[in-house]
């Protein structure tokens, strides 16, 4: 690959729309080629190519390039407990993981390219309980640190996403200044990217942009469940 082609091209949203139209094993084990070729390996090479610079902005965010246990999500998906049985994901996830997060329920972050909508998110998606009380106990705490972090995430093409209880969580009070803040059930940062972005050579050095400013909100987070970022 020269160092004006991107790592991904059109081949990408070809295999994901002819993916859902096709959502079968037969399907995908004739075109297991085409997804290896046009998927795979170049989202292992997004993963090397971000690694680097991720690794200057945190020592303790991972990039993996390897298939079981790696950034890379699993096509196949987990089909026991949902009512659509399609085997495959028609998305590619990648996700840069803390080193910690087989441990603990940790925040990271997370790109997202599909025909339908590209993201990237960064945070802490649907945390568990003892996950959520930390964030809420740090923005009780810290109030004036959370609210830089999250303001920062809500402006230029940023949004902060995810429900929120309808009424307080148990022990807090309705009245307490922070508590929309305090009903939220994720604390995640995303922007939307058009599609063509996976395209263009810059596109690691875009995501590595994306993870440093959102690293007051990833400093925040981790800090509040006892991690480094």
Aim: glycine share 6%; aromatic share 12%.
């Amino acid at each position: 690959m020269s160092n004006d082609e991107g790592i991904f091209g059109p081949e990408l949203y070809e295999f994901l729309e002819e993916l859902e139209a096709n959502n079968t094993r037969e399907w995908f084990d004739v075109n297991r080629e085409r997804y290896e070729e046009d998927v795979r390996e170049p989202a292992f090479d997004l993963v090397r190519a971000v690694r680097p610079m991720l690794e200057e902005i945190s020592l303790h965010m991972t990039a993996r390039d390897r298939k079981v246990g790696g950034s890379l999500m699993r096509v196949f998906r987990d089909t026991r407990f949902s009512a659509d049985k399609t085997p495959y994901k028609t998305n590619v996830g990648i996700q840069f993981r803390h080193v910690r997060a087989n441990d603990v329920h940790a925040p990271g972050y997370y790109v997202h390219l599909a025909v339908d909508s590209c993201f990237f998110g960064a945070g802490s998606w649907m945390p568990d309980r003892e996950a959520l009380a930390g964030y809420r106990a740090a923005i009780d705490d810290h109030p004036d640190v959370w609210t830089l972090a999250r303001d920062r995430c809500q402006t230029d093409g940023w949004r902060m996403e995810g429900d929120r209880l309808k009424r307080a969580p148990r022990d807090w009070s309705i009245d307490h200044p922070m508590i929309e803040d305090l009903k939220r059930k994720s604390f995640i940062a995303v922007r939307d990217f058009d599609h063509s972005k996976a395209f263009d050579p810059a596109f690691p050095s875009q995501i590595a942009d994306w993870c440093r400013e959102t690293r007051p909100l990833m400093t925040f987070l981790c800090g509040a469940v006892g991690l480094d970022f």
